[in-house]
Structure formats: C-alpha cells, structure tokens
C-alpha cells in the first residue's frame, strides 16, 4: 500500500462542472497537507495548503480534511479549460518529510 | 521577489558518470528539498538540508548525495549513474519553521542518462 493515494484517472469534467479529487494517506502522524497543480513538462505549483480539519476555501478551490479517515480532497468549482493538468496531493509528517501522491490527470472540455 | 532557481535545465551524461545539479531557493528560505519524479508518477523524496546538514533522507542510494552552502543554495550529486536515474530533478524551498510549512518548487533540471 502506497503511503499516499490518489483517486486514479484521468477525470474529465465540461466547463463549468465541479472536479472533485480525492487522496488518502496512511501515516496518522501526518499533520500539514498540500494540493500542487503541475502542467506537462512544468513543475509542481502549490494550489492550496490545509492543516487542520475542516474546510478551506480560496477562490474556485476547497480543500477539505479529515484526519480520524485520514482523507484530503480538492474541489475545484466553475472548472475551465486552463485547469487541465494532473494534481498532486503532499502529505508532510511531523518530522518534515514530504511524500506525494502519483496525481490525478484532470481534462477540462470546453 | 526571486523564486527557486535551478541549473541546468536539461543534462545528457552517460552511464557510469557523475551529475551535479544546483538550486538556489525562494528569498527568505533556509531549507532546501530535492526530488525526482520519474514520469507518470509523483515526485520522490530524496533528502532536505537545513543548516548545512541532512535533516531528512528518503529511500535512495548513497551514490545521491548532496551539500547545502551558508547562503541556503544547494547541490545535489549523483555519481555512477545509471539509466533509471533518468528523471525530472526537483529542488524545493521552505522556511525551517513551522516545520512541514509550504514548500516552492523550481522549474528542475531534466537529467538523461544514456
């Protein structure tokens, strides 16, 4: 089992629709999660950082956690085009090591 | 406000050479992380610096080995390589403290080994 898990696509939604990208992850001891967004043949950009339970919203992005089902999701609202890219979920452990997950492709048709 | 740099953009070497690659971080970080992402799949975590030392190392060999200097810049050093050490580098900056804050990637350093 994979310490960090990402819904396998690729996910494809129409403009305008709602994505929603899930990941898991198995080191309870886990305590700061991140969303990167990263286009083809670029490197990773962070989207959203999430540290405590709950929700948190910035523009069209939340991210929610939930740290007793060990669960971090995305939701991205009012999808377009230029939100095509694969999306990384990090986990960070509270000794500072970082582990990602392999990404979930997400095509948004016009 | 200068990013995470990193040089070269790409590299070619051949079996059994030796790679360093550099990264200078984001203004104001002190900790510096490299990654390789092979493709299809997610970054993997090599090791971190942070005062001049290894704070944190992932599951590779000793041939990865690296170095942080006093103005927080970095090298990350492969010897023997090998062809599944084809990959994109990746070199990440944060702030020591708290730890497990955001981290910045650079744009990485595309290594083929032939």
């Known amino acids: 089992q994979k310490e960090v898990e990402q819904n396998s696509g690729p996910l494809s939604v129409p403009e305008g629709a709602i994505a929603s990208l899930n990941c898991t992850y198995s080191?309870?001891?886990?305590?700061?999660f991140f969303w990167y967004r990263q286009y083809s043949g670029k490197s990773p950009e962070l989207i959203m950082s999430i540290y405590s339970n709950g929700d948190k919203e910035d523009g069209r992005f939340t991210a929610q956690l939930n740290k007793a089902s060990q669960y971090v999701s995305l939701l991205i609202r009012d999808s377009q085009p230029s939100d095509s890219a694969t999306y990384l979920c990090a986990v960070t452990s509270n000794a500072g090591k970082s582990t990602f997950g392999d990404g979930t492709t997400l095509t948004v048709k016009p | 406000d200068a990013g995470v740099t990193q040089s070269p953009t790409h590299l070619i070497k051949t079996r059994g050479q030796q790679v360093t690659l550099r990264c200078s971080p984001k203004s104001g970080h002190d900790t510096v992380s490299w990654y390789q992402q092979a493709l299809g799949q997610g970054p993997q975590f090599i090791f971190q610096y942070y005062e001049e030392e290894e704070r944190q190392r992932g599951n590779f060999p000793d041939r990865f080995s690296g170095h942080q200097f006093p103005n927080y810049s970095s090298e990350l050093n492969v010897n023997a390589l090998l062809l599944g050490d084809s990959a994109l580098y990746l070199c990440?900056?944060?702030?020591?403290?708290?730890?497990?804050?955001?981290?910045?990637f650079g744009p990485g350093t595309r290594l083929t080994v032939t």
């Open positions: 990440a900056s944060s702030l020591s403290l708290p730890l497990g804050y955001e981290q910045y």
């Open positions: 080191d309870r001891g886990s305590q700061s």
